[in-house]
Each structure stands twice: as C-alpha cells, then as structure tokens.
C-alpha cells in the first residue's frame, strides 16, 4: 500500500511540474496597447469588413454551443429562448425579471435556473458573435503589434458574466478576424489562442463562425447550426410579392420593354437569354454565359465578336432589367432584407450584396395599403445617392398576369419611361 501511495504522489508531483513547465512555456502576459484614434479607426475597419450593419439589423439568430445549450436569439426584442437537458428559460436580456423559466415543460419559479441560463448566453454568445461587440459599453479598444502586423485589443471592463477579460483579435489583410488570444477568469494561461473557422454568410447577411479550434490541447468548440435572419422583413417581402403576382412573373416566359426610348429589350427568362439593341447594335446576350452572345451590326452577325460590345451589354441589361423586375427579386441570392420604419409604416430596405455590376448598393421599398411598390430611396454605394427618392408608377398587369411598372419620375421631375411593356408565354 506505501508503494502504492508513493507511486501516486510521484505521479502527481510530475503532474504538478510538468503543468508548472506547460504554464511558464505558454502563459503570456497581456500585451500593452494605445488606446484612442488609432485603436478605433481599426475597430471601424473590422466592423466595415464584417458587416457590421447587418448584425446591427439582424432580428433572429440560433446556434448552439458544443452540442449542449441551444439558442433562438430574437435580437430586437432581448428575448433569448436558452434550453439544455430538460431546461428551458425565455430570457429576457432588457428586464430580466420577466425572464420565465420551466423544466420538462412545466413554467417554474426558479431565478437559480434563469441565472445559469443568463451565465450560458453570456459566454456562448461571445464565441458567436464577439467581433460585432468591440464597440459595446464597457469595452476599452488599444491597437496592438503582433507579429510586425496591427492587431485590435479588446477589454470588457463591465457587463458579461466576467468583466475585466482581455481578447486581442488578430486581423487578415482585410481586417477580417482569423483567431484571437485570451486572457480571462476563467482559462489561467494568458494568451491562449482560438480561431475563428468555417465562416457562414448567413441569410441576414452576416457571417458567423461555425466552430472554433483552442491552442489548449486541441479542443474544438461547435457552434452546431448557425442561422442569421430577419423573419419579419420576410413576412413583408412575401406580401409585396403576393401583391406583384410573383408567381405569374416566375412563369412568364418572355418580357419586352424598353429603357427612355433608348435601348429595347426582347427577355427570354425560361432560356435566359435577351435581345438588347441600341443605335444599330444588337446583341443576342447569354448573361449566364457570355461567351455564347452573338453580336449583330445594322442586323449583321460580325463574325468575330467583340467582347466590349458584350461586357456593354451585359451591363445595360443588368441595369436596365432591374427598373422594371427589381421588385420581383427580393429573394435573389446575396439579397438581404430589413425592415424600415418611413413615416411611421413599415418598408422594406433591400440591400445587394453580390451580383449585377454595382454590389453593396441599397433601396428601401415605400409601399401604398395593398403593398405594391409606390416609391423608394436609393443608397448607392458610391455614394452618388444618398436616399435619393424615385416613384414606380403606372404598374400594369401583362398578358401573363403578372405586374410590371411602365414609369418612374425622380425628384428633379424627370421622368424614365419603360416604353410599352409586355410579359407573355
């Protein structure tokens, strides 16, 4: 029994150096930074490369944490319905004493549970959604040189379930965070790292991280199935085509319009193929492959076609197509969808994160009592329209049966004619 005791205190005191060595090989003290003008201005530049204002719009999230707690985080509102086990709690971050808590089901009085569940969604939202918080009251930003690069130093000295932790988020060329070290409570080795992998774009058009990887022993933290997005800017999107005929437009095979009497359009939506002629040009465009499009001079098919007259093309009709179906796209990919309060109703802001020639751009739908677009405010990203208004007007309804605008008039008075329109099968 004594060797058995002396073989155990032998282990443990190996144990005991062999952390004592770990510890003073990995722990690193916390660096020292420059807080002010510089410090923000890279804070700025990461909010700028994580779209920043889409989380800020964002109204739902959901995740979970290692497999074991489970959210549905309705941002807006500060309610956060948390469950593990047989534990439910609909927390509310704004008043907490409203929080409710049940076990199998069952409503109970139990502030311990709602503290636990306040404890989970602290720290599991973090690793959710940390860089979107480097602004929060509370937070000291210092701009950092790690490894010859600049690196953004974070401490939370309130709020949270542990104030006073430090991150230092360490940055790729775009300002986009690639992993961060810590040095918290609740982890004894200063620096220890984790990075932020497998980023989502998710439907609110934010990305978020699905899993990390800790310094410490390998470990890997799963953020389970990570959803971003705005249900209630749905709900209205989804009246605004109901009200257009989506359906009919979905269905229609080919629409004709033109562009202030300049340029004339012949669609074949089902092929995806457009006619697109201006002055004595005439481009049979394959949008969706190019190098397919045929080009026509005084209806002249040029044997060698040039790849300027199809870019130009390709141009006119992605902008040209969007003043007359831009309303039927709310579900295209790279599409994010807000919700905008205008004079106290509800409208819908679309912004375009990808696809045709001007991404980033942004419109903010008005609508009249049966939902159809009246008018809207252009945000271009350029910065050459900065709510600019523009009306949709004389909207017809095509042979199709689906709605299409003929008109619209700026707020200079011009107008943008769409020529006679037509959609038919």
């Known amino acids: 029994m004594k060797k058995l005791f002396k073989f155990i205190g032998i282990l443990l005191l190996l144990l005991i150096v062999a952390g004592g060595i770990y510890y003073f090989v990995n722990n690193e003290p916390l660096p020292e930074g420059k807080q002010g003008k510089e410090a923000d201005a890279l804070a700025i530049k990461v909010f700028n490369a994580i779209n920043h204002q889409a989380f800020e719009n964002t109204e739902i999230l959901e995740w979970s944490f290692r497999g074991q707690n489970f959210y549905k985080w309705r941002k807006q509102e500060g309610i956060v319905e948390v469950s593990w086990n047989e534990n439910k709690v609909i927390l509310n971050t704004n008043t907490t004493y409203k929080s409710e808590a049940y076990i199998n089901n069952k409503k109970v009085d139990n502030p311990e549970l709602i503290q636990v569940a306040t404890n989970y969604f602290n720290n599991d939202s973090f690793w959710l959604v940390a860089p979107y918080k480097i602004f929060d009251k509370g937070t000291e930003r210092r701009i950092v040189k790690h490894e010859g690069k600049d690196a953004l130093l974070i401490t939370y000295t309130s709020g949270g379930s542990t104030p006073g932790d430090s991150y230092l988020w360490i940055l790729d060329e775009n300002y986009f965070p690639t992993s961060y070290k810590m040095w918290t409570k609740i982890i004894p080795i200063g620096g220890a790292s984790a990075t932020w992998s497998d980023w989502k774009i998710t439907e609110a058009g934010i990305k978020l991280p699905t899993k990390h990887k800790l310094s410490l022993f390998g470990l890997e933290i799963s953020m389970g199935n990570v ?146 677009p009246k008018s809207y405010k252009m945000y271009l990203k350029n910065g050459r329209m900065n709510g600019t208004p523009a009306t949709w007007e004389e909207w017809i309804t095509t042979e199709s049966g689906t709605l299409l605008p003929k008109n619209h008039t700026f707020k200079n008075g011009r107008n943008l004619s769409m020529g006679e329109v037509k959609g038919y099968n």
């Open 227 to 372: 959803k971003a997005y705005n249900q209630n800017a749905n709900e209205l999107a989804n009246k605004i085509l109901k009200a257009i005929n989506h359906k009919a437009y979905k269905n229609t095979r080919y629409i004709e319009w033109s562009f202030g009497g300049r340029r004339h359009f012949k669609w074949d939506k089902q092929k995806h193929i457009v006619d697109v002629s201006w002055d004595t040009i005439r481009v049979n465009l394959h949008p969706a492959d190019t190098q397919k499009s045929t080009v026509y001079f005084n209806e002249k098919l040029q044997e060698k076609t040039p790849n300027k007259i199809v870019k130009r093309a390709w141009n006119i009709f992605n902008n040209d197509s969007f003043w007359l179906v831009a309303p039927h796209k709310l579900y295209d990919d790279g599409v994010i969808r807000n919700i905008e309060m205008i004079d106290d109703k509800e409208a819908l802001r679309v912004t375009y994160t990808s696809g045709g020639t001007t991404p980033g751009d942004a419109y903010v739908w008005i609508l009249d009592s049966t939902y159809v």
